[in-house]
Every structure is written in structure tokens, then in C-alpha cells.
């Protein structure tokens, strides 16, 4: 069984709230990590859009669960959402769906005035087998991976050009998106393959195994209730002044092309940012970004870059034990091959010569019996080795016997 990175046990005693988390995933045999970051999907979902982070980034949140089948990834799902019950909204742990249907869960059909009339401000989508996602946005012309994307980042998203009836818009600054997925290893690395599309640096990975959890079942902690603090519909989350600073510095190094950084690491300040400010409020500060909380999230985002690039290396050695073993099944089935063509030719050789012997009816040379060989069959099989079989084995027409530099046809018995 595969056991993922983890975050240190000490990261959970940072406050009660990411206590109760650890108790919570210890009491249903699932890894901390996976509720945290389901946990922190629904906090994202409880926080009013118009919350928002320096320079307008959102706080909407994409989690995704790495796992085989049986590991825990719905157990996982369950046990965040029984520990952190009320986010808020009716649209909670609804399947993904298509794109189209993303948009129908924040707005309804264009009404008489030609605009969508909303519906909720908020939504939290659960998909516990990815593999359907992937091949969901697979399909030509699916719009679910664009729709994903602006929903982690708050653009405007929907279906623009689509008649009346299908129209759907849902702008920016309007919403609050959130999405946890599962997904098996191979398909975890699978979606990393569209790291051009900007789909893996969006997510939060964390693994679903861990080495730490108990046999014996631990008692379920008390639900969190939120908001932990006053909320204001409308507010930028306030972030340690030397954060912004290492963010804005790191920026312009890249913008002046001095850093080249990893593709699946381009949205790796905005996405601890994001941790970040749902971490603030998960523990009761306030929903600010104060320089301890940064370097919790840095733990966190660190963790899930840990588990990514685990899956990589995993994938890469799956593949090549695959490749490994189908160069061997070829070459064997090579080998298989060749010694069938040699074993047809040696006899094809072995009854040619018997024939030729019998058809001279009298002791006859090797050069003679050469005469009657395929040259085809020569460049397979060497001659003596051929004649040797013939004298040794022979067929169902006879055999050589050998008499001195000469050989006799011998009828079969």
C-alpha cells in the first residue's frame, strides 16, 4: 500500500480547530491531510465572494485526493463535512457535472430582462471518482476544465454564445467556487499531464493514506461551527506586510525573466495565499494573513507539491516497469519466433537431403545432398547442423545414415 508525504503531527497542534481535524480523520482511519483539505474547500464555500485577497484574488479552492480505490478518499469527504456541517449553502457536495452545469448552480435560465437571474452565491462540488471528470473535459467540445479554471481563479465563466434557454453567465465577483476530487494515482497523473492548461498548480494535493492512523477507533470531536469570526460581505483579507514583499519580489523576478519557474508551480504564492487566509479562518484570527499562518500554509502547499510529485515519480516507474515488461514479452515472442523458423527450416533441410539420398538410391556425398537445400532455408539453419538432425532424427520419409565421407538413405521403420 502506498503511503503519501504527510505534514509532521506537530503541524495539527497549531490550534484546537486542526485538532479536532486530526481526531476527526483519526476516528474514521483516514489520513489529516485529506480532511484538511477537504475542510478547507468548505470553508472557502462559507466565505462571501465578495471576501477576497489583495489585488483582487479569490478564495475559491480546488482539493484534490490522491488514492487507490478503498483508501479513503469518500471517507475522507464524509468525515470533513460531518466535522464541519453548515457552510452555508444548499448546492453542498453536489457532483460536478459538465461546465454548463457548474453555471447552473449559481444562475438560473435568461429571464424577460436578458440576464440570468442568481440563484446561490455559493457552491462546494464533490467528485469522488476523478476518472469521470477527466474524461468528462476529455470530450470535444466540453467547456469543464476552462470552467474549473476561472472558477478556482473568479473570472467570469458559462455558456456565452448558447441560445436562450441554455445562456448561462456567471460573473466575477459573484461567486464562490469550490471543488474537492478524488483520484487514483494514475489518473492523479494523468491530470498532471495538462500542467500547460494550468489545471495541477491550481490544486491543493494531499494523500489519503498515513502512517500514523490508529487501530483503535478514536472518538468523533465536536463539529466546528462557522464563521469563527464577524464576516463582512465585503472585505480584502489584510496579509503580513514582508509576505507581500517576498510575493511582489519574487513576481518581478520572473516577469524581468531572471527565474524560469516550473510550469506546475505557477500559481504557487496564490495558491498558499489561498490556504493561508482559509487557515486564518479555520483557527479563529481573524481571517488575516499573519506570517505564522503563511509559513503553515507554506507547510501545507509544500506537502501537496510532495504528493504531486510522488505520483510523477510513480507514474514515471510505472510506466517503465510497463515498458520494461513489454520489451520482454516482445522480445520473447521474438525468440519464439526465430526458433520456430529455425526448427521448419532444420527439418524442411533434414527432408530435402532424406529425399535427395533416396532418389540417388546409392551412398551419396554432402555436396551432392547440398544441391537440394533452399538457399532461403540456408540462411537460417547452418547445413551440418541440418544434416546432423537428418542422420540423428530424421523424418517421416527416412533418415541419413552416415558411411564414412558418404551417407545412406534409410527408409523410415
Known amino acids: 500500500m502506498t503511503t503519501f508525504p504527510h505534514l509532521p503531527s506537530d503541524f495539527y497542534e497549531y490550534s484546537e480547530s486542526l485538532r479536532r481535524v486530526r481526531q476527526a480523520a483519526f476516528s474514521r482511519q483516514v489520513s489529516p491531510d485529506s480532511v484538511l483539505a477537504v475542510v478547507l474547500c468548505r470553508v472557502s464555500a462559507s466565505l462571501p465572494p465578495g471576501i477576497v485577497l489583495p489585488e483582487k484574488g479569490t478564495l475559491d479552492f480546488i482539493a484534490a ?3 487507490e480505490s478503498g483508501t479513503g478518499k469518500s471517507k475522507a469527504m464524509r468525515a470533513a463535512t460531518d466535522l464541519l456541517p453548515d457552510v452555508g449553502t444548499d448546492y453542498d457536495g453536489v457532483p460536478i457535472g459538465s461546465g454548463e452545469g457548474i453555471a447552473s448552480a449559481y444562475v438560473g ?30 470530450r470535444e467540445g466540453s467547456i469543464t476544465a476552462d470552467t474549473m479554471r476561472s472558477g478556482w481563479s473568479g473570472e467570469t465563466f458559462g455558456t456565452l454564445n448558447a ?9 466575477r465577483g459573484t461567486y464562490r467556487f469550490a471543488l474537492a476530487v478524488g483520484l487514483q494515482p494514475v489518473y492523479a497523473a494523468e491530470l498532471l499531464t495538462g500542467k500547460d492548461a494550468g489545471d495541477p498548480q491550481r490544486c491543493l494535493f494531499a494523500g489519503v493514506t498515513h502512517p500514523d492512523i490508529p487501530d483503535d477507533v478514536v472518538s468523533f470531536p465536536e ?11 465585503s472585505d480584502t483579507v489584510q496579509v503580513d506586510g514582508d509576505v507581500m514583499t517576498g510575493i511582489r519580489k519574487r513576481r518581478a523576478a520572473v516577469s524581468r525573466g531572471e527565474v524560469k519557474p516550473d510550469p506546475l508551480d505557477s500559481h504557487r504564492d496564490l495558491l498558499t495565499l489561498k490556504v493561508a487566509a482559509l487557515l486564518s479562518h479555520l ?23 510532495n504528493v504531486r510529485d510522488y505520483v510523477v515519480t510513480q507514474s514515471k516507474s510505472e510506466r517503465d ?34 529425399r535427395k539420398a533416396k532418389h540417388v538410391g546409392k551412398a551419396t556425398t554432402r555436396s551432392i ?43 523410415a521403420a
Open 65 to 67: 485526493l490522491v488514492g
Open 109 to 138: 435560465k435568461v429571464d424577460d430582462s436578458g440576464t440570468n437571474p442568481p440563484l446561490r452565491t455559493s457552491a462546494l462540488f464533490y467528485v469522488d471518482e476523478g476518472s469521470q471528470l477527466l474524461t468528462v473535459s476529455k
Open 321 to 354: 516497469r510497463i515498458w520494461r515488461d513489454n520489451v520482454t514479452r516482445d522480445l520473447e515472442k521474438d525468440a519464439m519466433r526465430d526458433e520456430h523458423r529455425e526448427r521448419r527450416a532444420r527439418h524442411s533441410m533434414a527432408r530435402s537431403m532424406i
Open 369 to 411: 545432398l547440398a544441391t537440394a537445400v533452399s538457399g532461403k532455408h540456408r540462411n537460417v539453419v547452418d547445413f551440418d547442423d541440418a544434416l546432423d538432425f537428418a542422420c540423428e532424427y530424421g523424418t517421416d520419409d527416412g533418415r541419413l545414415r552416415r558411411d564414412g565421407d558418404y551417407f545412406v538413405y534409410v527408409p
Open 223 to 233: 463539529p466546528i461551527r462557522l464563521p469563527l469570526t464577524g464576516l463582512k460581505v
Open 163 to 171: 441560445s436562450a434557454d441554455r445562456k448561462r453567465i456567471v460573473k
Open 283 to 305: 483557527t479563529d484570527e481573524s481571517g488575516d494573513v499573519t506570517a505564522d499562518l503563511w509559513e503553515l500554509a507554506t507547510n501545507v502547499v509544500d506537502n501537496g507539491r
